[in-house]
Protein backbone atom coordinates (compact mmCIF):
# COMPACT_ATOMS: atom_id res chain seq x y z
CA UNK A 1 0.00 0.00 0.00
CA UNK A 2 3.05 2.10 0.50
CA UNK A 3 5.12 1.43 -1.99
CA UNK A 4 7.24 4.38 -4.42
CA UNK A 5 4.88 6.02 -7.24
CA UNK A 6 6.08 7.31 -10.10
CA UNK A 7 7.41 10.80 -8.90
CA UNK A 8 9.21 8.75 -6.14
CA UNK A 9 7.01 9.81 -2.98
CA UNK A 10 4.93 6.75 -1.63
CA UNK A 11 1.49 5.86 -2.14
CA UNK A 12 -1.34 7.54 -0.37
CA UNK A 13 1.02 9.14 1.60
CA UNK A 14 -0.87 11.02 4.08
CA UNK A 15 2.73 12.32 5.94
CA UNK A 16 1.35 16.28 6.92
CA UNK A 17 -2.17 15.82 6.21
CA UNK A 18 -4.52 16.55 9.40
CA UNK A 19 -7.10 14.06 9.18
CA UNK A 20 -11.06 13.91 11.48
CA UNK A 21 -12.41 10.70 12.06
CA UNK A 22 -15.70 10.15 13.86
CA UNK A 23 -16.93 7.18 15.83
CA UNK A 24 -13.67 6.26 15.88
CA UNK A 25 -13.98 4.35 19.38
CA UNK A 26 -14.26 0.95 18.09
CA UNK A 27 -14.95 -1.15 14.77
CA UNK A 28 -13.85 0.38 11.52
CA UNK A 29 -13.39 4.09 12.46
CA UNK A 30 -11.15 2.49 14.73
CA UNK A 31 -9.43 0.89 11.71
CA UNK A 32 -9.74 4.12 9.23
CA UNK A 33 -7.92 6.24 12.33
CA UNK A 34 -4.99 4.03 12.50
CA UNK A 35 -4.61 3.22 8.58
CA UNK A 36 -4.55 6.98 8.06
CA UNK A 37 -2.38 7.80 11.06
CA UNK A 38 -0.16 5.09 9.70
CA UNK A 39 0.10 6.60 6.15
CA UNK A 40 1.31 9.70 8.21
CA UNK A 41 -1.97 11.70 9.10
CA UNK A 42 -2.27 13.31 12.62
CA UNK A 43 -5.88 11.86 13.23
CA UNK A 44 -8.48 13.60 15.52
CA UNK A 45 -10.61 10.58 16.54
CA UNK A 46 -13.96 12.01 17.66
CA UNK A 47 -16.96 9.49 19.44
CA UNK A 48 -19.23 9.69 22.07
CA UNK A 49 -16.72 9.27 24.57
CA UNK A 50 -13.02 10.55 24.24
CA UNK A 51 -11.89 8.35 27.29
CA UNK A 52 -13.05 5.68 24.59
CA UNK A 53 -11.18 6.43 21.92
CA UNK A 54 -7.76 6.59 24.16
CA UNK A 55 -6.32 2.89 23.48
CA UNK A 56 -6.57 3.43 19.68
CA UNK A 57 -4.46 7.03 20.47
CA UNK A 58 -2.51 5.25 22.41
CA UNK A 59 -1.43 2.39 19.73
CA UNK A 60 -1.23 5.65 17.19
CA UNK A 61 1.70 7.09 19.60
CA UNK A 62 3.05 3.69 20.06
CA UNK A 63 3.82 3.48 16.24
CA UNK A 64 5.28 7.04 16.67
CA UNK A 65 1.90 8.68 15.31
CA UNK A 66 0.13 11.65 16.55
CA UNK A 67 -2.99 11.39 17.08
CA UNK A 68 -6.04 12.86 19.86
CA UNK A 69 -9.27 12.02 21.20
CA UNK A 70 -12.40 14.25 21.84
CA UNK A 71 -16.03 13.86 22.45
CA UNK A 72 -18.16 14.91 20.22
CA UNK A 73 -21.51 13.67 19.18
CA UNK A 74 -22.53 14.19 15.60
CA UNK A 75 -25.75 14.94 15.69
CA UNK A 76 -25.20 17.60 18.05
CA UNK A 77 -24.10 21.23 16.12
CA UNK A 78 -22.18 22.65 19.44
CA UNK A 79 -20.12 19.77 19.98
CA UNK A 80 -19.40 19.27 16.02
CA UNK A 81 -18.33 23.28 16.13
CA UNK A 82 -16.62 22.95 19.16
CA UNK A 83 -14.54 19.81 17.50
CA UNK A 84 -13.58 21.69 14.43
CA UNK A 85 -12.29 24.88 16.32
CA UNK A 86 -10.23 22.61 18.62
CA UNK A 87 -8.98 20.99 15.86
CA UNK A 88 -8.01 23.73 13.76
CA UNK A 89 -6.79 25.55 17.35
CA UNK A 90 -4.22 22.30 18.34
CA UNK A 91 -3.15 21.02 14.34
CA UNK A 92 -3.71 24.50 12.08
CA UNK A 93 -5.63 23.19 9.18
CA UNK A 94 -8.08 20.05 8.02
CA UNK A 95 -7.06 17.83 5.56
CA UNK A 96 -9.31 15.29 5.52
CA UNK A 97 -12.71 14.19 7.09
CA UNK A 98 -14.16 10.52 7.54
CA UNK A 99 -17.97 10.73 7.72
CA UNK A 100 -17.96 7.59 9.40
CA UNK A 101 -19.92 7.38 13.12
CA UNK A 102 -23.50 5.38 12.65
CA UNK A 103 -25.94 3.44 14.41
CA UNK A 104 -27.98 0.46 12.78
CA UNK A 105 -31.19 -0.79 14.85
CA UNK A 106 -33.11 -3.25 13.22
CA UNK A 107 -36.81 -2.75 13.76
CA UNK A 108 -39.81 -3.99 11.44
CA UNK A 109 -41.00 -0.99 9.41
CA UNK A 110 -44.76 -0.79 11.11
CA UNK A 111 -43.02 -0.81 14.56
CA UNK A 112 -40.45 2.25 14.16
CA UNK A 113 -41.72 4.55 16.19
CA UNK A 114 -41.35 8.44 15.26
CA UNK A 115 -38.27 9.60 17.71
CA UNK A 116 -36.19 5.51 16.95
CA UNK A 117 -36.84 7.11 13.04
CA UNK A 118 -35.65 10.71 14.08
CA UNK A 119 -32.73 9.17 15.77
CA UNK A 120 -31.25 6.93 13.49
CA UNK A 121 -32.21 10.55 10.61
CA UNK A 122 -30.47 12.88 13.37
CA UNK A 123 -27.14 10.75 13.50
CA UNK A 124 -26.55 8.91 10.40
CA UNK A 125 -27.31 12.31 8.06
CA UNK A 126 -27.78 15.48 10.39
CA UNK A 127 -24.75 14.36 11.96
CA UNK A 128 -22.73 13.96 8.18
CA UNK A 129 -24.43 17.21 7.20
CA UNK A 130 -23.04 19.39 10.78
CA UNK A 131 -19.50 17.45 10.25
CA UNK A 132 -19.39 18.23 6.44
CA UNK A 133 -20.53 21.77 6.63
CA UNK A 134 -18.46 22.62 9.35
CA UNK A 135 -15.33 21.47 7.99
CA UNK A 136 -16.03 22.29 4.56
CA UNK A 137 -15.81 25.80 5.67
CA UNK A 138 -12.33 25.41 6.91
CA UNK A 139 -11.09 23.22 4.02
CA UNK A 140 -12.75 26.10 1.73
CA UNK A 141 -10.14 28.95 3.17
CA UNK A 142 -7.55 26.32 2.17
CA UNK A 143 -9.51 25.84 -1.06
CA UNK A 144 -8.43 22.06 -0.44
CA UNK A 145 -9.53 18.75 1.31
CA UNK A 146 -11.02 15.40 0.94
CA UNK A 147 -14.67 14.36 2.64
CA UNK A 148 -15.16 10.69 2.78
CA UNK A 149 -18.56 9.33 3.83
CA UNK A 150 -19.16 5.51 5.16
CA UNK A 151 -22.47 4.65 3.71
CA UNK A 152 -23.82 1.03 2.98
CA UNK A 153 -25.15 -0.81 0.03
CA UNK A 154 -28.17 -0.32 2.15
CA UNK A 155 -28.51 3.48 0.55
CA UNK A 156 -31.28 1.95 -2.07
CA UNK A 157 -31.45 2.34 -5.94
CA UNK A 158 -27.37 1.29 -6.86
CA UNK A 159 -27.74 -0.39 -3.61
CA UNK A 160 -30.56 -2.04 -2.09
CA UNK A 161 -33.41 -2.19 0.61
CA UNK A 162 -33.46 -4.07 4.02
CA UNK A 163 -36.37 -5.22 5.37
CA UNK A 164 -36.38 -3.99 9.16
CA UNK A 165 -33.81 -1.71 8.63
CA UNK A 166 -36.25 1.34 7.13
CA UNK A 167 -35.05 4.14 9.02
CA UNK A 168 -31.68 3.23 8.16
CA UNK A 169 -31.33 2.92 4.98
CA UNK A 170 -33.39 6.76 4.33
CA UNK A 171 -30.19 7.83 6.43
CA UNK A 172 -27.61 5.98 4.00
CA UNK A 173 -29.56 7.03 0.40
CA UNK A 174 -29.65 10.34 2.18
CA UNK A 175 -25.56 10.24 2.66
CA UNK A 176 -25.06 9.58 -1.02
CA UNK A 177 -27.63 12.11 -2.45
CA UNK A 178 -26.45 14.60 -0.42
CA UNK A 179 -22.73 13.81 -1.49
CA UNK A 180 -23.69 13.91 -4.84
CA UNK A 181 -25.03 17.32 -4.11
CA UNK A 182 -21.71 18.59 -2.03
CA UNK A 183 -19.69 17.31 -4.50
CA UNK A 184 -20.70 19.92 -7.69
CA UNK A 185 -20.96 22.66 -4.85
CA UNK A 186 -17.17 22.20 -3.34
CA UNK A 187 -15.36 21.41 -6.32
CA UNK A 188 -14.71 24.88 -7.53
CA UNK A 189 -13.26 25.10 -3.46
CA UNK A 190 -10.73 22.14 -3.95
CA UNK A 191 -12.99 20.14 -1.68
CA UNK A 192 -13.41 16.35 -3.50
CA UNK A 193 -16.47 14.26 -2.27
CA UNK A 194 -16.60 10.67 -2.09
CA UNK A 195 -18.50 7.73 -0.43
CA UNK A 196 -17.48 4.27 0.47
CA UNK A 197 -21.22 1.88 0.45
CA UNK A 198 -19.84 -1.36 2.67
CA UNK A 199 -21.52 -4.87 2.63
CA UNK A 200 -21.13 -7.05 5.61
CA UNK A 201 -17.87 -5.97 7.70
CA UNK A 202 -16.95 -7.78 11.26
CA UNK A 203 -17.31 -5.02 13.29
CA UNK A 204 -19.62 -4.82 16.94
CA UNK A 205 -22.43 -3.62 14.75
CA UNK A 206 -22.94 -6.48 13.12
CA UNK A 207 -22.41 -8.65 16.22
CA UNK A 208 -26.08 -9.68 15.88
CA UNK A 209 -25.25 -11.40 12.68
CA UNK A 210 -22.42 -12.65 13.37
CA UNK A 211 -23.72 -14.62 16.76
CA UNK A 212 -26.80 -15.84 14.91
CA UNK A 213 -25.51 -19.10 11.99
CA UNK A 214 -28.36 -18.69 10.25
CA UNK A 215 -28.51 -15.11 9.54
CA UNK A 216 -24.45 -15.18 9.00
CA UNK A 217 -25.52 -17.76 6.36
CA UNK A 218 -28.17 -15.96 4.79
CA UNK A 219 -25.70 -13.00 4.14
CA UNK A 220 -22.60 -15.52 2.79
CA UNK A 221 -25.19 -16.99 0.28
CA UNK A 222 -25.25 -13.29 -1.09
CA UNK A 223 -21.63 -12.39 -1.14
CA UNK A 224 -19.40 -13.97 -3.94
CA UNK A 225 -16.39 -13.87 -1.74
CA UNK A 226 -18.19 -15.83 1.16
CA UNK A 227 -17.33 -14.11 3.74
CA UNK A 228 -17.86 -10.70 5.58
CA UNK A 229 -15.34 -8.05 5.26
CA UNK A 230 -12.38 -7.01 7.36
CA UNK A 231 -12.54 -3.34 8.76
CA UNK A 232 -9.15 -2.57 7.57
CA UNK A 233 -10.70 -3.78 3.82
CA UNK A 234 -12.93 -0.71 4.16
CA UNK A 235 -9.99 1.08 5.92
CA UNK A 236 -7.54 1.03 2.61
CA UNK A 237 -10.63 2.43 0.22
CA UNK A 238 -10.62 5.16 2.97
CA UNK A 239 -6.86 5.81 2.73
CA UNK A 240 -7.27 6.12 -1.40
CA UNK A 241 -9.88 8.27 -1.13
CA UNK A 242 -8.49 10.44 1.37
CA UNK A 243 -4.95 10.77 -0.23
CA UNK A 244 -4.29 12.48 -3.96
CA UNK A 245 -4.14 9.16 -5.50
CA UNK A 246 -7.50 10.01 -5.72
CA UNK A 247 -7.28 13.10 -7.16
CA UNK A 248 -9.71 12.72 -9.75
CA UNK A 249 -12.34 11.37 -8.10
CA UNK A 250 -15.60 13.10 -6.82
CA UNK A 251 -19.06 12.50 -6.41
CA UNK A 252 -18.49 8.83 -6.80
CA UNK A 253 -19.72 5.84 -4.84
CA UNK A 254 -17.51 3.00 -3.92
CA UNK A 255 -18.71 -0.37 -3.20
CA UNK A 256 -16.92 -2.78 -0.85
CA UNK A 257 -19.07 -5.01 -0.56
CA UNK A 258 -16.97 -8.74 -0.93
CA UNK A 259 -19.08 -8.48 -5.10
CA UNK A 260 -22.35 -8.65 -2.88
CA UNK A 261 -24.25 -6.01 -4.94
CA UNK A 262 -22.77 -7.46 -8.50
CA UNK A 263 -25.41 -10.07 -8.08
N1 LIG B 1 -20.56 -3.23 10.08
C1 LIG B 1 -21.20 -3.29 8.94
O1 LIG B 1 -21.53 -4.38 8.43
C2 LIG B 1 -21.52 -2.01 8.18
C3 LIG B 1 -21.97 -2.13 6.86
C4 LIG B 1 -22.22 -0.99 6.13
C5 LIG B 1 -22.03 0.26 6.68
N2 LIG B 1 -21.61 0.36 7.98
C6 LIG B 1 -21.40 1.71 8.49
O2 LIG B 1 -20.02 1.85 8.87
C7 LIG B 1 -19.90 2.85 9.88
C8 LIG B 1 -19.09 2.29 11.05
O3 LIG B 1 -19.81 1.22 11.59
P1 LIG B 1 -19.17 0.00 12.44
O4 LIG B 1 -19.62 -1.24 11.79
O5 LIG B 1 -17.74 0.25 12.68
O6 LIG B 1 -20.04 0.17 13.78
P2 LIG B 1 -19.67 0.32 15.32
O7 LIG B 1 -20.97 0.28 16.02
O8 LIG B 1 -18.63 -0.66 15.68
O9 LIG B 1 -19.03 1.77 15.39
C9 LIG B 1 -19.80 2.93 15.26
C10 LIG B 1 -19.14 4.03 16.07
O10 LIG B 1 -19.91 5.23 15.93
C11 LIG B 1 -20.01 5.82 17.21
N3 LIG B 1 -21.19 6.68 17.30
C12 LIG B 1 -22.49 6.32 17.37
N4 LIG B 1 -23.27 7.40 17.49
C13 LIG B 1 -22.45 8.47 17.50
C14 LIG B 1 -22.67 9.86 17.62
N5 LIG B 1 -23.91 10.38 17.78
N6 LIG B 1 -21.61 10.70 17.58
C15 LIG B 1 -20.35 10.19 17.47
N7 LIG B 1 -20.08 8.88 17.36
C16 LIG B 1 -21.12 8.03 17.38
C17 LIG B 1 -20.07 4.65 18.17
O11 LIG B 1 -19.77 5.05 19.51
C18 LIG B 1 -19.07 3.70 17.57
O12 LIG B 1 -17.77 3.94 18.04
C19 LIG B 1 -21.34 3.23 10.26
O13 LIG B 1 -21.71 4.42 9.58
C20 LIG B 1 -22.17 2.06 9.73
O14 LIG B 1 -23.49 2.43 9.45
C21 LIG B 1 -21.35 -0.75 8.75
Known amino acids: MFGLNKTGSRFCDLKGKVAIVTG ?25 SAEECEAVVAEIKREKGEAAAFKCDISNKTEVNNLVAETVKIYGKIDILVNN ?25 KGYFLMSQAVAKEMANQKKGV ?43 G ?10 IDTPMAAGVLTNPRALEAILAKVPLKRMGKPEEISNAVLFLASDESSYMTGSVVAVDGGWTAG
Open 147 to 189: IVNIASIAMGQVGMGFAGLAHYCASKGGIVAMAEAMSLELAPM
Open 24 to 48: ARRGMGRTHALTLAKAGAKVVLADV
Open 191 to 200: IRVNTIAPGA
Open 101 to 125: AGICPATPFLEIKEEDFEKVIDINL
